[in-house]
């Protein structure tokens, strides 16, 4: 049974591993600011100072975190997890992230003779909760399916996508569909509201023909209850499709939907919500909602 270390404990990441305890694995557990990680800590899992000391203790590194630069930091900085490796282990990043990222964590830890996936997931808090996140996958096949189990204790969906960044990349198309139906939502109940139809009604019946979505189904109901907290955060929404159009501009392709969904994201943050979750965005056309 592998040792596995957690990097990460947020909003997802903690869900993700109460799954790995319940289902019986030892886990050690590092995020930057402890007392997030203390409702682990009292279940069993074992707190580690660093991520050093995380990748010396552990044979398989999931990490989750915010932002790009925070990948880096936790691979390459100071006690980082590629200053701790050991040969034959497995690191996994969970975090949306840049492709270029994924594949320079895939040769380094070859170079170390450990192997490495890129892995983002796509579910939100309630997926991570249920343990139906989709996991998009980036490496190699025999990496892959040595950790796939371990993989669908937390997945509703998995599949390997292709080689180091496949899974990044992957991700980036799954976050420009959910960039279109998230304004889609958010227009859909301003137009109901602005005829005076009854938004539960309407959310009710076109969510049972072609316009139902996962945003229409789950964020849906919480808009219509004032709910704007956090199951993902407008902030990372706009790092996510920051990162797509830079990648769509790599290879020379215009996603101009996709840019007026960041800059209502932009406008959104702007006005202060980007620590609330991406539902928010009725604000900008609700401007009393609280």
Do not use: C
Not at 10 to 19: C, E, L, P, Q
Not at 132 to 145: A, K, L, Q, W
């Amino acid at each position: 049974m592998k040792t596995i270390g957690f990097i990460g404990t947020g909003v997802m990441g903690a869900s993700i591993v109460g799954h790995l305890m319940d289902a019986g694995y030892e886990v050690n557990v590092y995020n930057r600011t402890k007392h997030k990680a203390e409702p682990l800590i009292n279940r069993g899992a074992v707190w580690k100072d660093t991520p050093e000391e995380i990748a010396a203790s552990s044979e398989l590194i999931f990490t989750m975190v915010g932002f790009p630069e925070d990948v880096e930091e936790v691979y390459y900085g100071e006690n980082g997890i590629f200053d701790g490796i050991r040969p034959d282990t497995i690191v996994v990043d969970l975090t949306t992230s840049k492709p270029s990222i994924a594949q320079k964590i895939y040769e380094t830890a070859k170079q170390k003779d450990a192997a490495s996936l890129d892995a983002p997931v796509s579910g939100g808090d309630l997926g991570a909760k249920n343990g139906t996140v989709t996991t998009m996958v980036g490496g190699d096949e025999s990496v892959f399916e040595e950790v796939k189990s371990i993989f669908m204790i937390f997945s509703g969906t998995l599949e390997l996508q292709g080689p180091a960044g496949s899974g990044q990349h992957t991700k980036m198309a799954n976050q420009i569909m959910i960039a279109g139906t998230m304004t889609g939502l958010t227009e859909l109940l301003v137009y109901a509201d602005a005829a005076g139809l009854n938004k539960e009604k309407v959310l009710k019946t076109v969510g049972g023909g072609s316009a139902a979505n996962w945003s229409l189904q789950n964020y849906g109901p919480r808009i219509l209850k004032e709910d704007y907290s956090a199951g993902f955060f407008v902030k990372h929404f706009i790092k996510d499709l920051k990162i797509a159009l830079e990648e769509a501009d790599r290879m020379g392709i215009e996603l101009p939907a996709t840019k007026k969904a960041k800059a209502l994201y932009d406008q959104l943050k702007d006005d202060g919500h980007g620590d609330e979750g991406t539902q928010a965005l009725i604000r900008l056309w609700w401007k009393d909602a609280e």
